[in-house]
């Protein structure tokens, strides 16, 4: 799995317990996944579908630094599955985990549509792929 975003916890990212609100950090992930996603199918119109159970491993605190990692566990006709991990930086300890995320492909209409991708692509094979066209 690849950690490519990090994150610095900040004073207004926390909850009334002075830990990581659990919102913010959905929203990073979920953020961090759309890209994901767009990146491997190439196409800016995803969106969320389903996201599975969430476990909330362990507090994160002020001055924290979190990376968040995913990679792509099954590419469908319409849409890819993702899992999730965000962890401390530093001490690499977990912090969340979510096993599936699913996105789907839409068309200019809308609808899903397939996206004809069957592996994960690489940034470095894409830019390969660049020199031989
Ligand atoms: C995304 C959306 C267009 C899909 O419509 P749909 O009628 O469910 O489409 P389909 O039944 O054709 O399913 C599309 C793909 O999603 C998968 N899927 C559908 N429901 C799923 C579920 N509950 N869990 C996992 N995968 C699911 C299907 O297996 C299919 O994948 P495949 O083509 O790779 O086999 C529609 O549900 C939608 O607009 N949802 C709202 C999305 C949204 O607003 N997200 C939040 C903001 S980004």
């Not at 930086?89 to 068309?107: A, C, P, Q």
Request: charge should be neutral; charged fraction near 30%; glycine fraction near 8%.
């Amino acid at each position: 799995m690849n950690f490519h975003t990090r994150k610095w916890v900040k004073p207004e990212d926390l909850n009334p317990n002075g830990t990581l609100f659990g919102g913010s950090l959905l929203r990073w992930i979920d953020e961090e996944a759309a890209i994901y996603a767009i990146v491997q199918l190439g196409n800016q119109r995803v969106v969320t579908k389903y996201i599975s159970e969430i476990n909330f491993v362990s507090a994160s605190r002020q001055g924290d630094i979190i990376e968040l990692g995913i990679t792509a566990t099954e590419f469908g006709r319409t849409s890819i599955t993702l899992t999730c991990e965000v962890r401390n930086k530093i001490t690499r300890k977990s912090i969340l985990t979510v096993d599936k995320m699913v996105f789907v492909n839409l068309g200019e209409d809308g609808l899903p549509a397939p996206h004809g991708r069957t592996e994960i692509k690489y940034v470095k094979d894409q830019f390969d792929d660049e020199k031989k066209d």
